[in-house]
T-cell receptor, first 113, second 113 residues
Framework: RKEVEQDPGPFNVPEGATVAFNCTYS??????FFWYRQDCRKEPKLLMS???SGNEDGRFTAQLNRASQYISLLIRDSKLSDSATYLC??????????????FGSGTQLTVLP | NAGVTQTPKFRVLKTGQSMTLLCAQD?????MYWYRQDPGMGLRLIHY???????AKGEVPDGYNVSRLKKQNFLLGLESAAPSQTSVYFC????????????FGPGTRLTVL
């Protein structure tokens, strides 16, 4: 079983649509959670951290359910520029782990005009 | 600030050849990482470093060596390249706290024939 699992997609949605991505992680001791965005043939960049209480950044909302070991990302009013691969990322943060991140394989989103 | 830079951007090797990938960061980060990214598999950690003069193995270290002689540089070496090492290689750095963002370089696309 992969440590971080995501639906690979692709998700093809029209402009203005709302789309949600889900992610599950296997390590119950995980402490920090993130969504990264990766454009085609580019490096990953942090989109947002995910906090236990849920957090919002403009059109993006992230939620964490520790009991179910589940993370979600909601994108409202999708823009063409949102087309990218979204990576679910978990940092175990345990002693001696040297801040290692475990990456999901990514969910590909294409927003259509 | 240049952030994280990687050289070269592209390289084609023949099986058995050696090469060194250079990663440099100007953010005074303590922690540096080398990942490889293959289709459908997400990013996998090869080696990492928690400070100048220290290195450690990640998830997929075989066939690679690293050195961190200076805080700002992290070198990844392939002593005898194999076709299985064809991949995109990303370097990243972070200050090291649990919730810190990892900043990625633009990547090196390596093909081994």
């Amino acid at each position: 079983r992969k440590e971080v699992e995501q639906d690979p997609g692709p998700f093809n949605v029209p402009e203005g649509a709302t789309v949600a991505f889900n992610c599950t992680y296997s390590n119950s001791a995980s402490q920090s959670f993130f969504w990264y965005r990766q454009d085609c043939r580019k490096e990953p960049k942090l989109l947002m951290s995910v906090y236990s209480s849920g957090n919002e950044d403009g059109r993006f909302t992230a939620q964490l359910n520790r009991a179910s070991q589940y993370i979600s990302l909601l994108i409202r009013d999708s823009k063409l520029s949102d087309s990218a691969t979204y990576l679910c990322v978990v940092n175990d943060g345990s002693s001696g782990s040297a801040r290692q991140l475990t990456f999901g394989s990514g969910t590909q989103l294409t927003v259509l005009p | 600030n240049a952030g994280v830079t990687q050289t070269p951007k592209f390289r084609v090797l023949k099986t058995g050849q050696s090469m060194t990938l250079l990663c440099a960061q100007d953010m005074n980060h303590e922690y540096m990482y080398w990942y490889r990214q293959d289709p459908g598999m997400g990013l996998r950690l090869i080696h990492y470093s928690v400070g100048e003069g220290t290195t450690a193995k990640g998830e997929v270290p075989d066939g690679y060596n690293v050195s961190r002689l200076k805080k700002q540089n992290f070198l990844l070496g392939l002593e005898s390249a194999a076709p299985s090492q064809t991949s995109v290689y990303f370097c990243a750095s972070t200050t090291g706290t649990t919730t810190d963002t990892q900043y990625f370089g633009p990547g090196t696309r390596l093909t081994v024939l």
